[in-house]
């Protein structure tokens, strides 16, 4: 199936200068992509009656995506999620990494590449997305060469990222898009057969990893998002919502079937696959007064974030997955977003 692909009119920022914008788009999805943080700005989906219906929040213009802190839409590195105290060892040493989110480190910082200008180029099936980040930025050491790709296969949105650094560094990367099927994500069905949930403090550390059969925030029930909120949880309440990392054991670097959301209100299904053995699952706790589309805000809750990556604050935690990049290793990430009309 081709894939047409429109450049857009570009748009212009005094802290970053111009922004190339790109349309990707087959008979069943169209993406627009920003050179800004390698956002998605857009993700629409042909419904039966032939329309197009946008499934993923953004704002219009790059000095409303540098002002919010929700990093919508964007590819989040080199740490996605949090380090704990801004600080872990890598071979003995320890690295002091921007504290953005006080005393923690988060989404890689001021610096995280949710703010850098990414270079954009066709390819026969989307585009490539690359980018240098720099040895000291938000204080990660070594150059970092990144590539990304976004594709259309079909109903499938299929997300590659490829990193290589020049010094050992933490890298974690994710795509951070906040998805809305269609009506209140409240309604939405959630489903995971993740075996293991990781429990964090109220400041999102890690504290246990419990068998999530024996957690109240199971997904294997296929639960709407409501029915798990609305639960009375130390662990809902701290962090206002759903802010999970959702764990697999199978660590063999193979595509697999990670979760599900369902709108039923819309009959729009997301499937998720992913080589990752971790996914973040965000209800949007914290979106109240981020930029929308049209000049409007959003408000708490308005979508859903889910992040195939490591678990949160890897470097520190016991266990083998540690996030440690090295010189001459290949960083990479799979993960394949599946959209159905049910």
């Known amino acids: 199936m081709s894939v047409k692909i429109t450049p857009l009119s570009p748009w212009e920022h005094y802290r970053v200068g111009e922004l190339p914008r790109?349309?990707?788009?087959?008979?069943?999805?169209?993406?627009?992509?920003?050179?800004?943080?390698?956002?998605?700005?857009k993700l629409e989906l042909k419904r039966?009656?032939?329309?197009?219906?946008?499934?993923?929040?953004?704002?219009?213009?790059?000095?409303?995506y540098l002002s919010q802190k929700a990093c919508l839409?964007?590819?989040?590195?080199?740490?996605?999620n949090r380090i704990a105290n801004g600080r872990c060892l890598v071979d003995g040493y320890e690295l002091e990494l921007d504290a953005n989110l006080y005393p923690h480190h988060l989404h890689g910082g001021l610096a995280g590449f949710h703010h850098k200008v990414f270079s954009l180029t066709p390819i026969d099936d989307g585009i490539k997305l690359t980018l240098t980040s720099a040895h000291g930025e938000a204080g990660f050491p070594g150059n970092l060469q990144l590539e990304v790709f976004y594709r259309l296969k079909g109903?499938?949105?299929?997300?590659?990222?490829?990193?290589?650094?020049?010094r050992p560094c933490p890298v974690n990367l994710t795509q951070h898009s906040y998805f809305n099927l269609g009506g209140p994500?409240?309604?939405?069905?959630?489903?995971?057969?993740?075996?293991?949930?990781?429990?964090?403090?109220?400041?999102g550390i890690p504290v246990t990893l419990?068998?999530?059969?024996r957690n109240p925030l199971d997904l294997n029930p296929n639960p709407t998002i409501g029915e798990l909120m609305d639960q009375p949880l130390e662990a809902l309440r701290q962090v206002g919502g759903l802010d999970h990392c959702y764990l697999w054991p199978d660590d063999d670097a193979k595509v697999k079937p990670r979760a599900q959301l369902l709108s039923p209100a819309s009959g729009i299904k997301l499937?998720?696959?992913?080589?990752?053995?971790?996914?973040?699952?965000?209800?949007?706790?914290?979106l109240g007064g981020t930029p929308a589309y049209d000049g409007k805000c959003y408000k708490h809750h308005q979508g859903m974030a889910l992040e195939p990556g490591l678990w949160p604050?890897?470097?520190?935690?016991?266990?083998?997955?540690?996030?440690?990049?090295?010189?001459?290793?290949?960083?990479?990430?799979?993960?394949?977003?599946?959209?159905?009309?049910?």
């Open 48 to 64: 039966p009656d032939g329309r197009w219906q946008n499934l993923v929040l953004g704002c219009d213009s790059a000095g409303d």
């Open 210 to 213: 419990e068998e999530t059969s």
């Open 22 to 41: 790109i349309q990707i788009e087959n008979d069943h999805l169209r993406l627009e992509v920003l050179a800004l943080g390698g956002i998605v700005r």
């Open 271 to 286: 499937t998720l696959h992913s080589d990752q053995p971790g996914l973040q699952l965000y209800t949007g706790n914290h």
């Open 155 to 166: 109903s499938q949105w299929l997300v590659t990222m490829n990193a290589e650094v020049d």
């Open 73 to 80: 839409g964007s590819v989040v590195g080199r740490w996605a």
């Open 185 to 203: 994500i409240t309604g939405y069905q959630l489903y995971s057969n993740a075996p293991y949930i990781v429990m964090t403090d109220k400041e």
């Open 313 to 342: 604050d890897a470097p520190n935690q016991p266990g083998h997955t540690k996030g440690i990049l090295r010189p001459g290793e290949t960083y990479q990430h799979h993960t394949v977003y599946q959209f159905d009309n049910v």
